[in-house]
């Protein structure tokens, strides 16, 4: 477990290289990492096979398919409206006394601020979202723990997949990248596997997105439409994504 999690900051952390620089040499990142040319160079086979980097000769540069640097702030601003309106609906979909997984993002913290001081018991991967409860006396908290991801603020790894399949929720509310037939999809594989995790523990799925992530598919395949048992969004949606989502028979809130 420990080889894995070990594993999986190296990748984290090689991707995160690529955020300051087009170009990082082979050397630069064992002398970051403290790891051999050996794994470096199969951590960046894994990496290139996912589409984050292009390996060359020396090193690796960013892939041109490589999505912006995500940053919570950055997105915390962006259709910041749309994200409170969602925010108010999925609050309302919460009843006093459950137990509710709240994933990482922007739109998901947007609903862990109308949920303030509500009687129900919270566990969550994302310290913004923690941060909201901050002061709160009504509600419980509990937090899954793992490597704390940069810039989103958010848990992952083994320690926090093993914590998420060890417990049941009535409802999680989840945000994500992308959205089409195919089904959900994400950037990193780590918060794939966090995501499934969470997926599994809950007995009902919530789905809390604006609309420009619809039609958006985000390279890693996360889980199907089918796993969704309702997707709550805003009227910006573009007819062909909500006739989409009629053609699955999915319950879609817009707001």
């Given at each position: ?19 300051h620089a087009e170009f990082v040499s082979l050397e630069e ?87 303030f001081d509500r009687r129900i018991q919270v566990i969550t ?92 598919d985000a390279m890693i395949h996360v889980a199907d439409l ?30």
């Amino acid at each position: 477990m420990m080889c894995a999690m070990r594993q999986a900051e190296r990748q984290l952390r090689i991707q995160e290289a690529f955020s300051h620089a087009e170009f990082v040499s082979l050397e630069e990142l064992c002398h970051r990492l403290e790891a051999s040319k050996a794994t470096i160079r199969r951590d960046l086979i894994e990496l290139e096979r996912q589409g984050a980097v292009r390996r060359v000769y020396g090193g690796a540069t960013a892939s041109p398919m490589r999505e912006e640097p995500l940053d919570f702030g950055r997105l915390s601003e962006s259709c910041h409206d749309e994200k409170s309106r969602i925010g108010r609906a999925a609050a309302d979909q919460i009843q006093e006394g459950q137990t509710v997984i709240l994933g990482g993002g922007s739109t998901v913290t947007e609903v862990a601020r109308c949920l303030f001081d509500r009687r129900i018991q919270v566990i969550t991967n994302s310290i913004p979202v923690m941060q909201v409860f901050w002061d709160c006396r009504q509600t419980e908290i509990t937090l899954t723990g793992g490597y704390l991801y940069p810039r989103l603020g958010i848990q992952l790894g083994p320690i926090s997949e093993r914590m998420l399949h060890s417990v049941s929720a009535d409802v999680l509310v989840l945000g994500i990248r992308g959205v089409t037939e195919r089904g959900l999809s994400d950037t990193n594989t780590l918060v794939m596997e966090s995501t499934r995790a969470m997926i599994k523990s809950a007995q009902r799925v919530v789905i809390v997105a604006d609309h420009t992530k619809f039609g958006r598919d985000a390279m890693i395949h996360v889980a199907d439409l089918a796993d969704v048992d309702q997707i709550i969004s805003d009227k910006g949606m573009a007819p062909e994504h909500r006739e989409m989502l009629a053609k699955y028979k999915k319950n879609c809130v817009l707001v």
